[in-house]
């Protein structure tokens, strides 16, 4: 079992920054890589980014590209969000997930441990 913490949501108005973080704890060892996914009211859960835990790799979301930055400290097993220049657009509930098995990163089905979600609020 894998266990995730996320903080670090909260209200801000449009062009302002935000840092969410994920803290992971268990069996962090079958971790290979985590992922921020966001889901709006009516809407599906949608991909933001992703890090490959080993290899550092990130993978983005075209609408954050640019905007957006994510990072890992294998140390403290914690995944970090950078979000600048948010816009209302970017308002959702924010997930961190813990990839285990499957090889599409981009798809939520193939994230087998998820936070209890922190609410990221853009006001225009």
């Known amino acids: 079992q894998v266990q995730l913490v996320e903080s670090g949501g909260g209200l801000v108005q449009a062009g302002g920054s935000l840092r969410l973080s994920c803290a992971a704890s268990g069996r962090t060892f079958s971790i290979y890589t985590m992922g921020w996914f966001r889901q709006a009211p009516g809407k599906e859960r949608e991909f933001v980014a992703a890090?490959?835990?080993?290899?550092?790799?990130?993978y983005y979301a075209d609408s954050v590209k640019g905007r957006f930055t994510i990072s890992r400290d294998n140390a403290k097993n914690t995944v970090s969000l950078q979000m600048n220049s948010l816009e209302p657009e970017d308002t959702a509930t924010y997930y961190c997930g813990a990839q285990v098995a499957g090889t599409n990163l981009f798809s939520k089905n193939n994230y087998g441990y998820w936070g209890q979600g922190t609410q990221v609020t853009v006001s225009s």
């Open positions: 890090i490959n835990k080993n290899s550092g790799a990130t």
